[in-house]
């Protein structure tokens, strides 16, 4: 792990009062994104909370179609309940966020309503398709610490089943936002969830 990782490792410790509990390390190939998880029982929030780490030390390309609270450079987060024990494929959803947008061709970006269909995310799940949202936790939607002067953001990680992608797809994210609404979607991943469409 380097010096850097290090680093947003103690910004992230900083932000969220906490150090992790554990860790899944960066791969040894570029982009070396790994993924820490925060106890609720440490850092006092309701929940636990999955965050990338080394994300933001390669800045996305921003292009035109990315909104005012998109940063160029992230870490992906997501929140699970304080029961749940199957965290290794959430952290390796997390990081695999982190690295999505500098393994495309050209090089991308991950904000506002993104979503990227996968088909399968968990067993025994109808969840489908990963969602990038600004964090509606308000300690996590705005910049929490800078990297050689950029502001680094957090962007929710949560997810949609196949009847929401189409949903998405066809009206916008909004319409998504909504049905979370009407459904009081939770901060927290529940991949046993029945689809809200």
């Known amino acids: ?36 998880y925060f106890p609720a029982e440490k850092t006092g929030r309701p929940w636990g909370t999955l965050c990338s780490f080394g994300m933001s030390l390669t800045p996305m390309e921003l292009d035109d179609h990315a909104e005012d609270t998109d940063t160029k450079r992230a870490e992906i987060i997501a929140y699970v309940n304080e029961a749940e024990t199957e965290l290794d494929d959430i952290a390796n959803w997390v990081r695999w966020a982190g690295a999505f947008p500098f393994l495309q061709e050209p090089q991308s970006f991950l ?34 610490f800078q990297v050689e002067g950029d502001d680094v953001g ?20 909004n319409a998504i936002l909504d049905l979370f609404g009407e459904h009081e979607h939770p901060v927290t991943l529940d991949r046993t969830r029945k689809s809200y469409v």
């Open 111 to 144: 904000g506002w309503g993104h979503t990227i269909h996968m088909d399968h995310v968990f067993d025994n799940s109808e969840l489908t398709t990963l969602l990038t949202l600004s964090s509606i936790v308000t300690a996590d939607n705005e910049p929490a």
């Open 1 to 36: 792990m380097t010096e850097q990782h290090l680093n947003v490792l103690k910004q992230l410790t900083s932000h969220f009062g906490a150090t992790p509990t554990l860790l899944w390390d960066p791969n040894e190939e570029d982009p070396q994104v790994g993924c820490a």
């Open 154 to 173: 957090f962007i929710w990680l949560t997810f949609l089943t196949d009847a929401e992608y189409a949903l998405k797809k066809e009206k916008g994210v």
